[in-house]
């Protein structure tokens, strides 16, 4: 029998994907292991293999096609003896089966409802079939509701009853309530759509007449917008900020890299905020921990997450173990992959996870921001320039000093400010103190 070779999830978070090449053909005999395309997730190209041996007897989904969702059919594998004449009752095999469920819940519908026969498959605007059950249909029907407007949670995104029942729950509540309350319901509309704030329709009115030049959204740009928009609604923020002096720091890593030239190693500053706040979460365990919808996860290890920027957007991959690591460890480990991560190489594993992220604009000239959390993080260090400033020495003389600003963006579901406090300040004594990083 015909198998459906399916849009693979390549991440734990993926929903969809770009499948950029294909590296075979129809007709072309493929076993176990072999590739069979590129497909572009939201962070990297990655290459798919097959699983099942078999001809390509069809090829579904052309190349260069976007959005492709996740378990969407791309292709068709043939066994021996069989011919692309077989395509055709693969899926018409798989529909009885995922109706099933449904047809014994019907029989438990009241003899009218049994009776009536179900609408005829509806379209969505576009023009496009919406597939769904013959009881999902009947009940919309009832119902009243649109189906076009109902995301189907069935095989291949296929409406089924519970979608419709879910669906009409929240209409009938506002359809009871109307009368008595129409004025308040009214109001609050507006309120209830503002995140999704305007639509490109609207923004291409508001500029008629000047010239622009639209951009698509590739899947990375998306997904850096859903994410950091839900991030900024959902994670109660607040900001810890400190100056730290790094005149011991830089003397201290010029010594180092002139002992290490030998061996080819260049220790950078960022390298060394790394071990701190890799140290500074042993330190202070109870903040080495993620949000994790319903609860907390406390960490053992200091993973730790550092934004990298590339073209189009950043990956932020994760130093594992950061803890027990050397700076020299660190470093070419930090350098190999910011490079990968640079020509979109990483595997989703090297870049989720962590539980505290760093990132750093002080190489551009910024003296201090304040960073996003990226969710289930439940901190990340904004690092800014280190320029000359006067200070005030220990014994009240004033004296010049290398400055560097940080900003701890923390949620606040995870940590108090207290012990965000005690994350930040062991921090800062680290970098101040770097010798004690060695010990």
């Known amino acids: 029998m015909p198998t459906e070779i399916l849009m693979p999830a390549l991440s734990p978070t993926m929903e969809e994907g770009t499948l950029a090449k294909w590296l075979v053909k ?78 014994a819940q019907s029989t438990e519908q009241a003899p009218s409802q049994a009776a009536a026969p179900a609408p005829a498959a509806p379209t969505a605007a576009d023009g496009a079939r919406v597939f769904a059950s013959p009881l999902a249909r009947r009940i919309a029907a009832d119902k009243g509701l649109d189906l076009a407007a109902i995301t189907g949670s069935g095989p291949r995104g296929r409406i089924v009853k519970a979608d419709v029942e879910n669906a009409a729950a929240a209409p009938a509540t506002a359809a009871a309530a109307a009368p008595a309350a129409a004025a308040p319901t009214a109001a609050a509309a507006p309120a209830a759509q503002a995140p999704s704030g305007l639509t490109a329709d609207q923004v291409a009115r508001m500029y008629e007449g000047r010239d622009y030049e639209e951009v698509s959204l590739d899947g990375m740009r998306k997904t850096i917008a859903a994410r950091l928009s839900e991030a900024k609604q959902t994670i109660p923020h ?106 979109r190489k990483l595997a989703p594993h090297e870049y989720q996870g962590g539980s505290f992220a760093i990132s750093n604009l002080g190489m551009f000239g910024i003296d201090n921001f304040d960073a996003i959390v990226n969710p289930p993080h439940a901190g990340i260090l904004a690092v800014g320039s ?54």
Do not use: C
């Open 26 to 103: 129809e007709g072309d005999t493929v076993a176990s292991g072999d590739l069979l395309a590129e497909i572009e997730t939201d962070k990297a190209t990655m290459e798919f293999e097959a699983v099942d041996e078999g001809i390509v007897g069809k090829i579904l989904v052309p190349e260069g096609s976007e959005g492709v969702k996740v378990n969407t059919a791309i292709a068709v594998l043939l066994e021996d003896g069989e011919s692309a004449d077989d395509i055709g009752a693969a899926p018409a095999a798989a529909a009885p089966a995922a109706a099933a469920p449904e047809a």
């Open 238 to 343: 607040f900001y810890l900020r400190r100056d730290i002096q790094l005149d011991a720091l830089l003397k201290f890593r010029a010594q180092l890299n002139k002992q290490l030239e030998g061996r080819g190693v260049k220790l950078s500053v960022n390298d060394f905020i790394i071990k701190a706040v890799a140290l500074a979460l042993q330190a202070v365990p109870d903040a080495n921990a993620v949000w994790a919808g319903d609860r907390v996860l406390k960490m053992k290890a200091s993973d730790v997450a550092v934004a990298v920027a590339i073209e189009g957007g950043l990956f932020t991959p994760v130093l594992q173990d950061s803890d027990t690591k050397s700076l020299s460890a660190l470093s070419a480990e930090m350098k190999d992959l910011a490079s990968r991560a640079r020509d």
């Open 386 to 439: 280190g320029v000359k400033k006067p200070v005030v020495g220990a014994d009240g003389e004033l004296t010049v000093a290398t400055v560097m600003s940080v900003t701890m963006s923390v949620d606040h579901r995870v940590i108090d400010g207290a012990l965000g406090a005690d994350l930040l300040k062991a921090i800062v004594e680290n970098l101040e103190n770097p010798m004690v990083m060695l010990a």
